[in-house]
């Protein structure tokens, strides 16, 4: 035993500071490789070369379970949804529930001094009212020409005064719309506004209506006389929801739908599924989504949140996290688990003005699919519902994390819809006002391997740097710790020889 001490304190004594140097050297560059192999198959893969290793075979060996199917199986599934043919990924859309800027945006602003529109949302409002309210036959008439000037004027009270102007020649149905929308302060004197528009409206979609086949003129003309009706028709619906009429507006919402039935792109049917929650009438609501809630339509936050609300409500009263956790969860239970996390991945923003971790503020006019934009907009207008469901916000915070583990990594490779769009935040940042903090797609944390070696490669890199400033002292040092690494063994085989007969540890040495 002595002997191997004296060997071994030999051989610490004859290494020079080249022999630390280059040891030093050797393991951070080898530690620095090992960073940059795992940081590369971090980004391609999502997760660590060292802890996948170690969980699909030497798990398997220490009879662990192997969990390495599943991940490969979203894995491949992402990967086949991230090939599937690209949509407009930052498509701006219409807000269905969008408010009266009179009566509402306008109210707020008075009492709070903040401006909850956008420049960029106005201009995009701006867009679509002579998108829908104008065509090119509006010089032959006077009224209609003065609105087509209207609707490009930036000025709010330029384009009232340009309404009153309209309205003094004939009755115009824009211009009635115009003044509903930005010069009434209430929902009431809204309302009035728009059965004035009704009647105007109507009148000319029956003298168009007549008259559209006798040329691209005219059809043209009907086509914006018809989105006029509709408009017209669908404000005036969601003034009887904001008055409390909420029967009245589910009826005047079915016969819209009725009336024009390809008019989809108006998402009418996002304004009767929250009638249809106030009024607590659930069977209808799972009637509207079993037909819109269709693979070949866009999804919305509306449709996804409120399929996860009809499927929570079953079972969230009894719900209990610590009993799911002992006994697994029922099928009743899985649906739902299954179905907020179908929610949670088309728009991971919602749950947090849910669960209000984050305020929420007035919706803008426009959104964006799968941003926060329109995790504000559903949230402003469904939380209460939600709140309603006993025991369904509850299951919400339970569950709703857990999505971002089944999702394959990167995140954006998508699992149950296509990849999430790189460009929602830049998007979101214009549709929202500069007061709200946008809310950002969760990012994964790095692996535990990833900082590991980081550190180990930065630790390393720190004691080449040193020891070949001062080689000498860092050898002096190098001796120190490897004595006192070996001082407890030291101090064992001590313990031993004391223990054991001579002569047997002679022989023990020997072998």
């Not at 032959?140 to 102007?165: C, F, G, V």
Request: proline residues 5%; aromatic residues 10%; glycine residues 4%.
């Amino acid at each position: 035993m002595f002997g191997t001490e004296s060997s071994l304190s030999m051989f610490l004594n004859t290494l020079t500071p080249k022999f630390y140097v280059a040891l030093t050297g050797t393991s951070s560059l080898i530690s620095g490789l090992i960073l940059i192999f795992e940081w590369w198959y971090f980004r391609k893969y999502g997760t660590s070369f060292i802890e996948q290793v170690s969980v699909s075979h030497l798990r398997p060996l220490l009879g662990g379970v192997d969990s390495s199917s599943p991940s490969n199986s979203n894995t491949s599934n992402g990967e086949a949804d991230s090939n599937r043919q690209s949509v407009s990924e930052c498509k701006v859309w219409r807000n269905p529930l969008n408010l009266f800027r009179g009566a509402e945006y306008n109210r707020y602003t008075w009492v709070t001094g903040r401006e909850p529109l956008t420049y960029y949302d106005m201009n995009l409002s701006a867009q679509d009212h002579q998108t829908f309210f104008t065509c090119d036959s509006d010089h032959l008439r006077p009224a209609d020409a003065i609105m087509q000037k209207a609707w490009r004027e930036r000025n709010p009270q330029a384009r009232i005064s340009a309404a009153h102007e309209a309205l003094e020649l004939e009755d115009c149905a824009t211009a009635y719309i115009l003044l509903a929308e930005e010069e009434a302060t209430t929902i009431m004197e809204a309302e009035r506004l728009f059965k004035q528009a009704l009647k105007a409206g109507e009148g000319c979609y029956r003298r168009s209506q007549q008259l559209q086949h006798h040329g691209t003129q005219y059809e043209a003309q009907h086509r914006r006389d018809t989105n006029v009706l509709v408009y017209i028709k669908r404000r005036l619906a969601m003034c009887s929801r904001k008055l409390g009429r909420t029967r009245e507006a589910v009826k005047m919402m079915r016969d819209l739908m009725k009336e024009f039935p390809l008019l989809s792109m108006f998402n009418i049917h996002e304004n009767l599924l929250e009638s249809l929650l106030e009024l607590q009438n659930y069977a209808d609501v799972q009637a509207v989504l079993a037909k819109y809630d269709d693979i070949s339509l866009p999804k919305s936050a509306t449709i996804c949140y409120t399929a996860a609300l009809l499927k929570a409500r079953a079972v969230s009263d009894k719900f209990s996290p610590e009993a799911a956790s002992r006994r697994g969860l029922s099928t009743a239970e899985m649906n739902a688990v299954e179905a907020i996390h179908r929610a949670v991945e088309f728009n991971p923003h919602v749950p947090k003005y849910l669960l209000e971790m984050k305020s929420l503020i007035l919706p803008p006019e426009h959104i964006l699919k799968r941003g926060d934009s329109e995790a504000i907009a559903y949230a402003f207008f469904h939380l209460q519902h939600w709140k309603r469901v006993e025991g369904a916000l509850n299951l919400l915070h339970c569950t709703w994390e857990g999505t971002f583990r089944m999702i394959p990594y990167p995140l954006e490779k998508g699992h149950l819809f296509y990849p999430y769009p790189i460009c929602t935040e830049t998007a979101d940042r214009e549709l929202l006002p500069m007061f709200h903090e946008v809310s950002v797609y969760p990012k994964k944390e790095l692996p535990f391997f990833i900082l590991f070696t980081a550190g180990l490669c930065s630790f390393t890199a720190m004691l080449a740097l040193l020891t070949h400033q001062f080689p000498e002292l860092m050898g002096v040092f190098a001796k120190a710790f490897l004595s006192t690494l070996f001082a407890p063994l030291n101090f064992i085989m001590e313990k031993v020889e004391s223990i054991l007969p001579s002569s047997l540890w002679h022989q023990l040495t020997r072998i």
